[in-house]
């Protein structure tokens, strides 16, 4: 899923959040070929879900035509977690954030099918989303799921959790909200559990890493990997 330049701090201390400065982005733009379907929902829902990017802040409860708790998912990917938890979760707003084009086409198909009237898109970089448009204190939760390990370590510096952005992001989380991430790459669990944890305004739910909860479901690439003996570790850390 999402990228700046090291100043030789702490382990993880790049800072992804300031787009005001050159910056490493911790996604890599792919064209993708859209379906016809894809393309169909682009056209025909993108104006209702899909929320412009703005440079500035924004009530996203306008965008939702009411007022209730809201997550972020930072990188959709194709969707099918997005959709399953929005409709769990129908007092609740979602709102995804993907760059890649044929993702975002198919989570609107899955929009359409399952009437998910509480979830809306921004087809832009999370990082200057939660920058720009995100108001302090304004979010119940966040999700990052399986965002890009770039798993060789002259790429590493290209993660996006961080601490700079972290610090930032939980800025974004309102007190009593919650940040969870999920990653299948041991190493990149432990900066993660590393990073959070030195987050003051955020506690651990766990002792380290956290069961999966109910409302995320295992993907299919998830599974296999769990037959192959690969790990997967969650991480749910509470806002204080």
Request: hydrophobic share 40%; glycine share 8%.
């Amino acid at each position: 899923m999402n990228e700046p330049p090291s100043h030789n701090r702490e382990p993880g201390r790049t800072l992804p959040y300031d787009p005001t400065e050159r910056r490493i982005r911790s996604f890599v733009t792919r064209m993708g070929r859209l379906s016809d379907g894809q393309a169909r929902a682009l056209a025909s829902l993108a104006p209702r879900y899909c929320i412009p990017y703005e440079k500035s802040a924004v009530d996203l409860n306008r965008f939702f035509g009411r007022v209730a708790p809201t997550i972020l998912e930072i990188g959709t990917g194709m969707g099918e977690t997005t959709a399953h938890i929005a409709g769990l979760m129908p007092e609740k707003n979602f709102l995804g954030v993907e760059v890649h084009t044929p993702g975002i086409g198919s989570l609107l198909k899955l929009i359409d099918e399952h009437g998910l009237h509480n979830l809306r898109l921004i087809q832009h970089d999370a990082v200057e989303v939660v920058t720009h448009m995100i108001q302090p204190a304004s979010l119940a939760g966040v999700h990052i799921f399986f965002p890009d390990p770039w798993h060789k370590a002259r790429h590493q510096k290209r993660r996006l959790i961080q601490t700079a952005f972290v610090e930032h992001l939980a800025s974004r989380i309102a007190v009593g909200g919650y940040l969870h991430c999920a990653t299948d790459w041991e190493d990149y669990a432990s900066q993660m559990l590393a990073v959070l944890s030195s987050e003051p305004s955020l506690m651990n739910t766990a002792k380290d890493y956290a069961d999966r909860p109910s409302y995320r479901p295992v993907t299919k690439f998830e599974r296999r990997g769990l037959r192959l003996g690969h790990g997967v570790w969650d991480l749910v850390f509470r806002r204080r």
